[in-house]
């Protein structure tokens, strides 16, 4: 069996729910009928990246920290010495994902937000 790691985030005020799958590197973006509760998928937004950590900023920005070579970060886990890249991502409306920060992990190791 496949493993998919998920995180949701929900932004109510613009009835969107967004879901992070770690292993697929993407954002399933679903709409949310607020009568039904039922929810229509809107996009998939591929990434170069391993995301995490989901949010939304106030003007509508969505805001992900993610990693680069997921699977360096158990060995970093255990030997803090061994580094693990990090990366942050920003997707403006409708727009297409920006990569803002990217660090081979020298700086950063091993963020997720």
Aim: glycine fraction near 8%.
């Amino acid at each position: 069996m496949k493993n998919i790691y998920l995180k949701v985030f929900v932004w109510l005020n613009r009835k969107l729910i967004y879901v992070s799958e770690t292993s697929g590197r993407s954002i399933q973006v679903y709409s949310r009928d607020s009568q039904t509760g039922r929810l229509t998928p809107k996009r998939v937004i591929q990434l170069e990246i391993a995301p995490n950590n989901i949010t939304v900023d106030s003007e509508g920005s969505l805001w992900l920290g993610g990693l680069p070579k997921p699977l360096s970060v158990p060995r970093h886990e255990e030997d803090p010495s061994q580094i693990a890249a990090s990366g942050v991502v920003r997707i403006r409306q409708g727009g297409e994902p920006e990569i803002i920060y990217q660090d081979p992990g020298d700086e950063l190791s091993a963020s997720t937000s």
